[in-house]
Protein backbone atom coordinates (compact mmCIF):
# COMPACT_ATOMS: atom_id res chain seq x y z
CA UNK A 1 0.00 0.00 0.00
CA UNK A 2 1.04 3.69 -0.09
CA UNK A 3 2.79 5.30 3.01
CA UNK A 4 1.23 8.21 3.47
CA UNK A 5 3.12 11.55 5.35
CA UNK A 6 2.07 14.83 5.84
CA UNK A 7 4.82 16.93 4.71
CA UNK A 8 4.72 17.84 0.95
CA UNK A 9 8.83 17.80 0.87
CA UNK A 10 10.47 14.20 0.25
CA UNK A 11 13.49 15.36 2.32
CA UNK A 12 11.21 15.36 5.17
CA UNK A 13 9.76 11.71 4.92
CA UNK A 14 11.92 10.21 7.08
CA UNK A 15 11.14 12.27 10.14
CA UNK A 16 6.95 11.71 9.43
CA UNK A 17 5.61 8.85 11.30
CA UNK A 18 4.22 6.43 8.55
CA UNK A 19 0.38 4.82 9.53
CA UNK A 20 -1.25 2.05 7.59
CA UNK A 21 -4.21 2.73 5.56
CA UNK A 22 -7.09 -0.03 4.94
CA UNK A 23 -10.41 0.01 3.39
CA UNK A 24 -14.04 0.63 5.05
CA UNK A 25 -17.21 -0.54 2.77
CA UNK A 26 -20.51 0.74 2.97
CA UNK A 27 -23.39 -1.00 3.11
CA UNK A 28 -26.03 -1.08 -0.48
CA UNK A 29 -22.89 -1.25 -2.95
CA UNK A 30 -20.94 -4.15 -4.35
CA UNK A 31 -17.66 -3.89 -2.34
CA UNK A 32 -14.52 -5.56 -1.52
CA UNK A 33 -14.12 -6.94 1.93
CA UNK A 34 -11.31 -9.59 1.88
CA UNK A 35 -7.91 -10.09 0.37
CA UNK A 36 -9.38 -13.22 -1.36
CA UNK A 37 -11.26 -10.43 -3.83
CA UNK A 38 -8.06 -8.83 -4.74
CA UNK A 39 -5.80 -9.62 -7.14
CA UNK A 40 -1.55 -9.80 -7.79
CA UNK A 41 -0.48 -7.30 -10.24
CA UNK A 42 1.53 -9.61 -12.21
CA UNK A 43 4.80 -11.37 -10.43
CA UNK A 44 4.53 -8.76 -7.78
CA UNK A 45 3.66 -8.98 -4.42
CA UNK A 46 1.31 -6.25 -4.87
CA UNK A 47 -2.69 -7.04 -4.25
CA UNK A 48 -4.53 -4.51 -5.87
CA UNK A 49 -8.62 -4.45 -6.20
CA UNK A 50 -10.48 -6.33 -9.12
CA UNK A 51 -11.21 -2.46 -10.75
CA UNK A 52 -9.43 0.75 -9.65
CA UNK A 53 -9.77 4.37 -11.17
CA UNK A 54 -8.77 6.27 -12.96
CA UNK A 55 -7.49 10.37 -11.86
CA UNK A 56 -7.21 11.40 -15.42
CA UNK A 57 -9.76 13.91 -15.10
CA UNK A 58 -8.89 15.30 -11.79
CA UNK A 59 -7.66 18.83 -12.04
CA UNK A 60 -7.73 18.54 -15.85
CA UNK A 61 -8.42 21.45 -18.24
CA UNK A 62 -6.87 20.05 -21.35
CA UNK A 63 -9.13 17.64 -22.30
CA UNK A 64 -11.78 17.05 -19.74
CA UNK A 65 -14.30 19.60 -17.52
CA UNK A 66 -14.79 21.53 -20.74
CA UNK A 67 -11.69 23.13 -20.35
CA UNK A 68 -11.96 24.06 -16.85
CA UNK A 69 -11.87 23.99 -13.46
CA UNK A 70 -13.67 24.91 -10.12
CA UNK A 71 -14.79 23.85 -6.60
CA UNK A 72 -17.88 22.49 -7.79
CA UNK A 73 -16.07 19.89 -9.90
CA UNK A 74 -13.08 19.79 -6.82
CA UNK A 75 -15.81 18.76 -4.06
CA UNK A 76 -17.08 15.85 -7.18
CA UNK A 77 -14.12 14.66 -7.77
CA UNK A 78 -13.59 14.38 -3.61
CA UNK A 79 -17.05 12.44 -3.52
CA UNK A 80 -15.85 9.86 -5.93
CA UNK A 81 -12.87 9.29 -4.25
CA UNK A 82 -14.82 8.78 -0.67
CA UNK A 83 -17.34 6.84 -2.57
CA UNK A 84 -14.83 4.58 -3.99
CA UNK A 85 -13.27 4.24 -0.44
CA UNK A 86 -17.10 3.36 0.72
CA UNK A 87 -17.55 0.52 -1.50
CA UNK A 88 -14.08 -0.91 -1.32
CA UNK A 89 -11.99 0.43 -4.49
CA UNK A 90 -8.93 1.33 -3.66
CA UNK A 91 -6.72 1.50 -6.31
CA UNK A 92 -6.31 5.26 -7.93
CA UNK A 93 -4.40 5.77 -11.17
CA UNK A 94 -2.79 9.03 -11.72
CA UNK A 95 0.63 10.90 -13.39
CA UNK A 96 2.60 13.52 -13.08
CA UNK A 97 0.89 15.05 -16.17
CA UNK A 98 -2.82 14.70 -15.38
CA UNK A 99 -3.84 17.56 -14.73
CA UNK A 100 -0.83 19.70 -16.06
CA UNK A 101 0.51 22.55 -14.50
CA UNK A 102 1.15 24.13 -17.87
CA UNK A 103 -2.36 24.42 -18.81
CA UNK A 104 -4.50 27.36 -17.55
CA UNK A 105 -6.47 26.48 -14.12
CA UNK A 106 -5.53 23.12 -13.91
CA UNK A 107 -4.87 21.43 -10.43
CA UNK A 108 -2.17 18.38 -10.60
CA UNK A 109 -3.62 14.94 -10.27
CA UNK A 110 -1.14 14.09 -7.99
CA UNK A 111 -1.33 16.65 -5.48
CA UNK A 112 -5.33 16.41 -5.32
CA UNK A 113 -5.04 12.44 -4.58
CA UNK A 114 -2.87 13.45 -2.47
CA UNK A 115 -5.17 16.14 -0.47
CA UNK A 116 -7.81 13.62 -0.58
CA UNK A 117 -5.90 10.65 1.16
CA UNK A 118 -5.00 12.95 4.03
CA UNK A 119 -8.63 14.14 4.47
CA UNK A 120 -9.85 10.83 4.20
CA UNK A 121 -6.97 9.57 7.09
CA UNK A 122 -7.95 11.77 9.16
CA UNK A 123 -10.70 10.91 9.86
CA UNK A 124 -10.09 7.30 9.61
CA UNK A 125 -6.30 6.42 9.78
CA UNK A 126 -7.04 2.89 9.36
CA UNK A 127 -8.22 3.55 5.51
CA UNK A 128 -5.87 1.53 3.02
CA UNK A 129 -4.97 3.33 -0.37
CA UNK A 130 -3.08 1.81 -3.53
CA UNK A 131 -1.49 4.66 -5.05
CA UNK A 132 -0.41 4.07 -9.10
CA UNK A 133 1.51 6.85 -10.99
CA UNK A 134 3.45 7.43 -13.88
CA UNK A 135 7.03 8.27 -15.38
CA UNK A 136 6.24 10.94 -18.32
CA UNK A 137 9.38 9.94 -20.72
CA UNK A 138 9.27 13.56 -22.17
CA UNK A 139 12.26 13.88 -25.01
CA UNK A 140 14.36 16.18 -22.58
CA UNK A 141 14.72 13.37 -19.71
CA UNK A 142 17.88 11.05 -20.01
CA UNK A 143 18.84 7.82 -18.16
CA UNK A 144 17.69 6.54 -14.81
CA UNK A 145 18.74 9.05 -12.57
CA UNK A 146 15.58 11.58 -14.82
CA UNK A 147 13.05 8.40 -13.39
CA UNK A 148 14.04 8.45 -9.79
CA UNK A 149 13.84 12.59 -9.81
CA UNK A 150 10.36 12.59 -11.14
CA UNK A 151 9.86 9.91 -8.95
CA UNK A 152 10.53 11.73 -6.03
CA UNK A 153 8.38 15.48 -7.39
CA UNK A 154 5.35 12.58 -7.81
CA UNK A 155 6.29 11.80 -4.05
CA UNK A 156 6.34 15.24 -3.11
CA UNK A 157 3.17 16.18 -4.82
CA UNK A 158 1.28 13.26 -3.37
CA UNK A 159 2.71 13.46 0.37
CA UNK A 160 3.66 9.42 0.20
CA UNK A 161 6.78 7.64 1.08
CA UNK A 162 6.34 5.54 -1.49
CA UNK A 163 3.83 4.21 -4.35
CA UNK A 164 2.18 1.11 -4.93
CA UNK A 165 3.03 0.98 -9.05
CA UNK A 166 5.23 3.37 -10.75
CA UNK A 167 5.27 3.18 -14.35
CA UNK A 168 6.55 4.78 -17.12
CA UNK A 169 3.53 6.29 -18.97
CA UNK A 170 4.77 5.93 -22.86
CA UNK A 171 8.11 4.49 -24.42
CA UNK A 172 10.44 7.34 -24.78
CA UNK A 173 11.82 8.09 -28.12
CA UNK A 174 15.37 7.24 -26.73
CA UNK A 175 16.57 6.40 -23.68
CA UNK A 176 14.08 3.38 -22.96
CA UNK A 177 16.55 0.91 -21.29
CA UNK A 178 17.82 4.31 -18.97
CA UNK A 179 14.27 4.04 -18.20
CA UNK A 180 13.90 0.58 -17.68
CA UNK A 181 17.41 0.70 -15.00
CA UNK A 182 15.50 3.41 -13.23
CA UNK A 183 12.16 1.40 -12.66
CA UNK A 184 14.73 -0.96 -10.99
CA UNK A 185 16.66 1.66 -8.91
CA UNK A 186 13.12 2.82 -7.59
CA UNK A 187 12.15 -0.80 -6.11
CA UNK A 188 15.72 -1.24 -5.00
CA UNK A 189 15.40 2.54 -3.08
CA UNK A 190 12.24 1.33 -1.83
CA UNK A 191 10.48 4.27 -3.53
CA UNK A 192 8.00 2.06 -5.06
CA UNK A 193 6.20 -1.86 -5.06
CA UNK A 194 5.78 -2.97 -8.20
CA UNK A 195 6.59 -0.86 -11.44
CA UNK A 196 5.03 -1.13 -14.81
CA UNK A 197 4.99 0.28 -18.07
CA UNK A 198 2.25 2.10 -19.91
CA UNK A 199 1.60 2.11 -24.10
CA UNK A 200 4.20 -0.69 -24.64
CA UNK A 201 3.90 -3.05 -27.93
CA UNK A 202 4.49 -6.44 -27.76
CA UNK A 203 8.15 -5.93 -28.37
CA UNK A 204 8.57 -2.93 -26.09
CA UNK A 205 6.73 -5.02 -23.69
CA UNK A 206 9.16 -8.02 -23.85
CA UNK A 207 12.14 -6.22 -24.02
CA UNK A 208 11.12 -4.15 -20.79
CA UNK A 209 10.11 -7.67 -18.63
CA UNK A 210 13.67 -9.36 -19.62
CA UNK A 211 15.63 -6.16 -18.67
CA UNK A 212 14.05 -6.12 -15.13
CA UNK A 213 14.03 -9.98 -14.94
CA UNK A 214 18.02 -9.77 -14.86
CA UNK A 215 17.62 -7.63 -11.10
CA UNK A 216 14.95 -10.09 -9.93
CA UNK A 217 12.43 -7.75 -10.36
CA UNK A 218 9.03 -8.48 -12.07
CA UNK A 219 7.29 -6.29 -14.48
CA UNK A 220 4.26 -6.45 -12.25
CA UNK A 221 1.91 -4.10 -15.33
CA UNK A 222 1.39 -2.85 -18.66
CA UNK A 223 -1.47 0.03 -19.17
CA UNK A 224 -3.44 0.51 -22.31
CA UNK A 225 -6.25 1.34 -23.91
CA UNK A 226 -8.46 -1.37 -23.90
CA UNK A 227 -12.76 -1.53 -24.21
CA UNK A 228 -15.29 -3.41 -26.30
CA UNK A 229 -14.93 -0.65 -28.47
CA UNK A 230 -10.88 -0.42 -28.81
CA UNK A 231 -9.37 -4.24 -28.66
CA UNK A 232 -6.14 -3.37 -30.24
CA UNK A 233 -4.40 -5.29 -27.59
CA UNK A 234 -6.33 -8.47 -28.66
CA UNK A 235 -4.73 -7.79 -32.25
CA UNK A 236 -1.14 -6.34 -31.69
CA UNK A 237 -0.58 -9.19 -29.31
CA UNK A 238 -0.31 -7.04 -26.17
CA UNK A 239 -2.76 -9.33 -24.51
CA UNK A 240 -1.15 -12.30 -25.56
CA UNK A 241 2.35 -11.30 -24.46
CA UNK A 242 0.80 -9.93 -20.76
CA UNK A 243 -0.98 -13.25 -20.37
CA UNK A 244 1.94 -15.75 -21.65
CA UNK A 245 4.80 -13.41 -19.17
CA UNK A 246 2.56 -13.42 -16.23
CA UNK A 247 2.03 -9.18 -16.41
CA UNK A 248 -1.60 -7.61 -15.85
CA UNK A 249 -2.95 -5.55 -18.12
CA UNK A 250 -3.94 -2.63 -16.69
CA UNK A 251 -7.43 -1.36 -19.31
CA UNK A 252 -7.26 2.56 -18.64
CA UNK A 253 -10.41 4.18 -20.97
CA UNK A 254 -12.18 0.92 -20.19
CA UNK A 255 -15.91 2.59 -21.19
CA UNK A 256 -14.66 4.36 -24.22
CA UNK A 257 -14.48 7.79 -22.51
CA UNK A 258 -18.40 6.90 -22.11
CA UNK A 259 -18.75 5.87 -25.28
CA UNK A 260 -20.29 2.73 -23.66
CA UNK A 261 -22.47 4.24 -20.87
CA UNK A 262 -25.60 4.94 -23.58
CA UNK A 263 -25.40 8.46 -22.07
CA UNK A 264 -24.20 9.74 -25.36
CA UNK A 265 -26.40 9.38 -28.53
CA UNK A 266 -26.09 11.38 -32.41
CA UNK A 267 -28.01 13.68 -30.80
CA UNK A 268 -26.13 14.44 -27.83
CA UNK A 269 -22.87 13.75 -28.53
CA UNK A 270 -19.83 14.41 -25.69
CA UNK A 271 -18.03 17.93 -25.58
CA UNK A 272 -14.73 19.12 -26.19
CA UNK A 273 -12.16 16.94 -27.56
CA UNK A 274 -14.12 13.34 -27.22
CA UNK A 275 -16.78 15.22 -29.75
CA UNK A 276 -14.15 14.84 -32.47
CA UNK A 277 -14.15 10.77 -31.49
CA UNK A 278 -17.39 9.39 -30.51
CA UNK A 279 -18.85 11.76 -33.78
CA UNK A 280 -22.66 11.47 -34.31
CA UNK A 281 -22.27 9.52 -37.27
CA UNK A 282 -20.13 7.18 -34.91
CA UNK A 283 -22.38 7.11 -32.28
CA UNK A 284 -25.38 5.77 -35.02
CA UNK A 285 -23.26 3.17 -35.83
CA UNK A 286 -22.68 2.01 -32.73
CA UNK A 287 -26.59 2.08 -31.20
CA UNK A 288 -26.90 -1.74 -31.59
CA UNK A 289 -23.84 -2.52 -29.79
CA UNK A 290 -25.28 -0.20 -27.12
CA UNK A 291 -28.82 -0.95 -27.47
CA UNK A 292 -27.75 -5.65 -27.00
CA UNK A 293 -25.51 -4.28 -24.01
CA UNK A 294 -28.74 -2.78 -22.48
CA UNK A 295 -30.49 -5.69 -22.85
CA UNK A 296 -28.07 -8.11 -21.09
CA UNK A 297 -27.85 -5.31 -18.75
CA UNK A 298 -31.64 -5.98 -17.73
CA UNK A 299 -31.10 -9.14 -17.21
CA UNK A 300 -28.71 -9.11 -14.37
CA UNK A 301 -30.01 -5.73 -13.27
CA UNK A 302 -27.22 -4.12 -14.48
CA UNK A 303 -26.35 -0.78 -16.05
CA UNK A 304 -24.43 -0.41 -19.48
CA UNK A 305 -21.49 0.39 -17.44
CA UNK A 306 -21.76 -2.42 -15.34
CA UNK A 307 -21.88 -4.87 -18.19
CA UNK A 308 -18.91 -3.63 -20.33
CA UNK A 309 -16.89 -3.07 -17.29
CA UNK A 310 -17.44 -7.10 -16.13
CA UNK A 311 -16.62 -8.06 -19.88
CA UNK A 312 -13.34 -6.86 -19.72
CA UNK A 313 -12.78 -8.48 -16.51
CA UNK A 314 -13.88 -11.68 -17.39
CA UNK A 315 -11.29 -11.22 -20.09
CA UNK A 316 -8.81 -12.48 -17.31
CA UNK A 317 -5.54 -10.48 -16.24
CA UNK A 318 -7.60 -7.38 -16.92
CA UNK A 319 -8.14 -4.52 -14.30
CA UNK A 320 -9.58 -1.73 -16.03
CA UNK A 321 -9.55 1.86 -14.38
CA UNK A 322 -12.12 3.63 -15.10
CA UNK A 323 -12.45 7.54 -14.38
CA UNK A 324 -14.72 8.48 -11.88
CA UNK A 325 -15.89 12.27 -11.91
CA UNK A 326 -18.55 12.28 -9.21
CA UNK A 327 -19.28 9.80 -6.26
CA UNK A 328 -22.47 8.27 -8.64
CA UNK A 329 -20.06 7.32 -11.11
CA UNK A 330 -18.05 5.24 -8.39
CA UNK A 331 -20.71 3.77 -7.03
CA UNK A 332 -22.21 2.55 -9.74
CA UNK A 333 -18.38 1.08 -10.87
CA UNK A 334 -18.36 -1.15 -8.34
CA UNK A 335 -21.14 -3.25 -9.43
CA UNK A 336 -19.05 -4.68 -12.04
CA UNK A 337 -17.83 -7.20 -9.84
CA UNK A 338 -18.84 -9.90 -7.67
CA UNK A 339 -21.09 -11.50 -10.95
CA UNK A 340 -20.12 -12.96 -14.63
CA UNK A 341 -20.82 -12.61 -18.21
CA UNK A 342 -21.51 -15.85 -19.88
CA UNK A 343 -19.35 -16.77 -22.45
CA UNK A 344 -21.79 -17.00 -24.96
CA UNK A 345 -22.61 -12.73 -24.15
CA UNK A 346 -19.02 -12.13 -24.19
CA UNK A 347 -18.62 -13.29 -27.55
CA UNK A 348 -21.75 -11.88 -28.69
CA UNK A 349 -20.82 -8.43 -27.59
CA UNK A 350 -17.37 -9.10 -29.32
CA UNK A 351 -19.13 -9.92 -32.52
CA UNK A 352 -21.67 -6.94 -32.57
CA UNK A 353 -17.89 -4.53 -31.37
CA UNK A 354 -15.89 -5.64 -34.27
CA UNK A 355 -18.74 -4.38 -36.73
CA UNK A 356 -18.17 -1.15 -36.04
CA UNK A 357 -15.00 0.76 -37.36
CA UNK A 358 -12.38 1.00 -34.23
CA UNK A 359 -11.81 4.54 -32.61
CA UNK A 360 -8.10 6.24 -33.36
CA UNK A 361 -5.94 5.01 -29.97
CA UNK A 362 -2.85 6.92 -28.92
CA UNK A 363 -0.20 6.99 -31.30
CA UNK A 364 2.67 6.39 -29.14
CA UNK A 365 1.62 2.23 -28.77
CA UNK A 366 3.38 2.07 -32.51
CA UNK A 367 6.84 3.35 -31.03
Not at 166 to 187: F, K, M, S, T
Not at 308 to 337: D, M, R, T, Y
Amino acid sequence: MALYVSSACFCGFSQKRVERIKAVASEGFATVKTEEEKVKLGGSDLKVTKLGIGAWSWGDTSYWNNFEWDDRKMKAAKGAFDASIDVGITLFDTAEVYGSRFSFGAINSETLLGRFIKERKEKNPEVEVAVATKFAALPWRFGRQSVITALKDSLCRLGLLSVDLYQLHWPGVWGNEGYIDGLGDAVEMGLVKAVGVSNYSEKRLLEAYEKLKKRGIPLASNQVNYSLLYRLPEENGVKAACDELGVTLIAYSPIAQGALTGKYTPGNPPTGPRGRIYTPEFLAKLQPLLNRIMEIGQNYDKTPTQVVLNWLICQENVVPIPGAKNAEQAKEFSGALGWRLTDDEINELRSLASETKPVIGFPVENL
